[in-house]
């Protein structure tokens, strides 16, 4: 009996060092701080990241990375791992000072509207400063939430403070919200990741309240696919996580506030009007989308007189891409649909997917997925052309892609407006190359008629019936 207490005991003591000596390894005055993004909800709120117009810089991780004797330059960064920052701020970074490491991921622009809400962050991990010498820190990881890049940034660390509680008796947000972010290199976002809203401080939202998901398509109602909890506010936009998704999410995707069960059926055996006006401005949603689809009539009624050929060309134009981005924007999908629509109509025809990029450079973030725009290019056109098999059910033998770079603009670079017109895919129609016509023993399988006009070049005609 005393043995096995004994055991008892040492395993106890074993798990609580094993689940305690990250905490008790890290300086404490930043150990606090620290633990509470460790793990769970706080940690996805916090390596989530968030929409704002920019953020400080006090340095950013050097090409000179890892152990340079023992282990050479390293690629992908984590837990850990000792690396080096290139001092950048004006503010004075000493040793003991905790540090985040962040990621721009691109600027955020409004799906409908157009109007920039600020830039996309990333917060990729947290560091501990141990060597200051000039303009150059040595620095440990402490906490790694993904990997760790040279070209990622620096800032000091400040904890998220604790969220605000909503107020008791609020009356909750009505108006309608838009999905105006996803994590970048995604196709499918569902369950569990993050996705940004236009929605914020100033909209009623608090973290913790639940928000569903509707999608509003041209000739479909507006249906329910989904529901989203908010993690971290800013002044006019959320982070949020799918915590219920029937399809995968896209840009431009509706939300609309979610009571409380229970607070909605009694608002509902009240009569009260709250829970009917959200009804009514998604109602109006719909009707607005019924509107679009009536002007849109005569518009699609003048294509279907246009080539496919020219068709094609003037939907591939509407596609846009984000700068450094593979997909294309969620709100060319619909085009992408109607590219498929057509391409099924013309099995006689085979479809070149070709990709292009501006002459931007790929930033340090990025290569490696892209080393070059060439790759980058080559990416879009095979985006492309997995969407319209996997979702549209084309033909995948009609289909090929191939990427020109930047090689081929088609508006100068130097504009924004001209680097966004070079950022397309084109799609070039073939000729479908006809199979060799199968022969039968004794003659050929199908044997043409001869030609009056022209004797001597006709083939004789069969003299039986082909083999079957």
Known sequence: MTTFRLCTLLSTLGWILLWTAPALCEPPDQKTGVDRVRVGEPALAFAAGFIRPSLPQDGV????????????????????????????????????DALTIYRRISEVFHPFTGQLLGNLYAIVGIVNVTKVTQDLASVRIVRAYGPITPGDSAMQFVPPPPPEAAPAGRQPPVAQGTIVAIPPQHFLIGQGQAVYIDQGRRDGLYVGDRLE????????????????????????????????????????????????????????????????????????????????????????????????????ADLARQLEFDPGEAPVKPKGLPILKRIGEILKQIPDKRARIEGHADDRPIGPSLKGLFPGNQELSEARAAGVVKYLVEEEGVDPSTLSAVGHGDTKPVANNKTEAGRKQNRRIEIVLLPMESPAPPSAPGGPAEAPPPAPAQPQTAAPPASTPPAP
């Open 61 to 96: 991780v050097s090409q000179i990375s890892g152990d340079t004797v023992s282990g050479g330059n390293r690629i992908l960064l984590g837990a850990n791992e000792a690396i080096f920052l290139r001092l950048s701020g004006s503010r004075q970074v000493a040793a003991g």
């Open 213 to 312: 998901v509707f999608r509003v398509t041209t000739g479909l109602p507006m249906r329910l696919i989904g529901e989203i909890k908010v993690l971290a506010v800013e002044e006019s936009t959320a982070t949020t996580q799918i915590v219920r998704s029937l399809v995968p999410f896209l840009k431009g995707d509706r939300v609309t506030f979610k009571p409380p069960v229970a607070k909605e059926l009694a608002k509902g055996a009240e009569g009260a009007a709250p829970a009917e006006s959200v009804s009514e401005e998604l109602e109006r949603l719909e009707s607005a989308s019924r509107e679009s689809e009536a002007k849109e009539a005569p518009q699609e009624a003048q294509a279907g007189q246009q080539s496919p050929e020219a068709l094609l």
